[in-house]
């Protein structure tokens, strides 16, 4: 049976366990300072996240298996899903068990920095920083951060409009579902990145970085 394209969480984000993470946003950004000294900044491209990621010790024989699934993407031509294992789920909810199946979805968009939401276990908590994750256009992942905690209402679970951060892309429209238990983006992994360095006799920790896309 075929690997999916991109691999899915439960075949590899779920299977190695990180030790170390970053997640950061990549800028593409450009700039220049004018006659006056200031200096000005434009975007090129979207704003996308950038993964580094470390896993714990492991044995050598379980490094080589990460290390094949790792070559199937292919260096970057094939795609994976990732999220931050540093908030898999809203600090208010750590386990996802008060959300549980419940699935919200986008009410309505303001712009592309500010929507309200709909359909959240009532009172439910959300706090700043925390992740959500939309699909679109059937194959892409949008992955957004809310930029100011928001409480949903006692009664309906509606959430007022809120600031969230990178703009959302224009084919995401209300309505769409929202995930916030492991929300993922799909990357590429920088070619060569990808290595395993020994830690001892028999076990091994392996290195890669990551670059979101926004591709099909």
Same mark, same amino acid.
């Given at each position: 049976m075929a690997l999916a394209n991109?691999?899915?969480?439960?075949?590899?984000?779920?299977?190695?366990r990180v030790q170390?993470?970053?997640?950061v946003q990549g800028w593409q950004q450009q700039s220049s300072i004018t006659g006056g000294g200031e200096a000005r900044y434009a975007d090129r491209a979207p704003s996308l996240w950038q993964a580094e990621l470390t896993t714990i010790p492991m044995l050598n024989a379980d490094a080589v298996g990460i290390m094949a699934l790792i070559n199937t993407r292919a260096g970057g031509l094939k795609?994976?899903?990732l999220?931050?294992?540093?908030?898999?789920?809203p600090s208010s909810d750590p386990d *996802?068990?008060?959300? *549980?199946?419940?699935?919200?979805t986008i009410n309505a968009i303001v712009d592309r920095l500010h929507l309200s939401f709909s359909g959240f276990p009532p009172g439910y908590v959300i706090p700043f920083g925390t992740y959500? *994750?939309?699909?679109?256009?059937?194959?892409?992942?949008y992955l957004g951060q809310f930029a100011e905690t928001r409480t949903a209402n006692p009664i309906?679970?509606?959430?007022?409009?809120?600031?969230?951060?990178?703009?959302?892309?224009?084919?995401?429209?209300a309505g769409a579902a929202v995930t916030v238990k492991k929300p993922p983006a799909k990357f590429r992994i920088d070619p060569g990145s990808a290595?395993?360095?020994?830690?001892g006799g028999l076990h091994a920790t392996i290195k890669l970085s990551a670059k979101q896309t926004y591709s099909a």
């Open positions: 991109p691999l899915l969480q439960a075949s590899f984000a779920d299977v190695i170390d993470v970053q997640f795609t994976l899903l999220h931050d294992y540093r908030l898999p789920y *996802g068990s008060i959300i *549980g199946d419940t699935v919200p959500f *994750g939309v699909v679109f256009d059937m194959t892409r992942y309906t679970g509606a959430v007022a409009a809120v600031e969230v951060w990178p703009p959302l892309p224009a084919s995401v429209i290595y395993p360095s020994s830690e």
